[in-house]
């Protein structure tokens, strides 16, 4: 995984990064990720929620529910709904 000095870039930038990085690869891979386990799908959550900690400087523990809507970020699961 990526990992990025988050003070160097804006909000703006950080969202790009994710969207080139990670959301790429789980848009590749949406249609095998949403047959596969619950557990290997909360995997690529848990991925998904740290990259939000990390961009906002969130501590390990704090709630990213509402920071997914504000970056305009899809869950993995949201995502697969929305793509079959």
């Given at each position: 995984?990526?990992?990025?000095?988050?003070?160097?870039?804006?909000?703006e930038t950080?969202?790009?990064?994710?969207?080139?990085?990670?959301?790429?690869?789980?848009?590749?891979?949406?249609?095998?990720?949403?047959?596969?386990?619950?557990?290997?799908?909360?995997?690529?959550?848990?991925?998904?929620?740290?990259?939000?900690?990390?961009?906002?400087?969130?501590?390990?523990?704090?709630?990213?529910?509402?920071?997914?809507?504000?970056l305009g970020?899809?869950?993995?699961?949201?995502?697969?709904?929305y793509i079959?």
């Amino acid at each position: 995984m990526l990992f990025v000095k988050c003070h160097f870039f804006n909000l703006e930038t950080l969202r790009i990064i994710y969207f080139a990085y990670i959301h790429s690869v789980i848009s590749f891979g949406i249609s095998l990720y949403g047959a596969t386990t619950i557990k290997n799908m909360y995997s690529i959550l848990k991925v998904q929620k740290q990259t939000i900690r990390i961009t906002l400087h969130l501590e390990q523990y704090d709630s990213v529910k509402e920071h997914f809507t504000k970056l305009g970020i899809m869950t993995v699961y949201s995502f697969y709904i929305y793509i079959i």
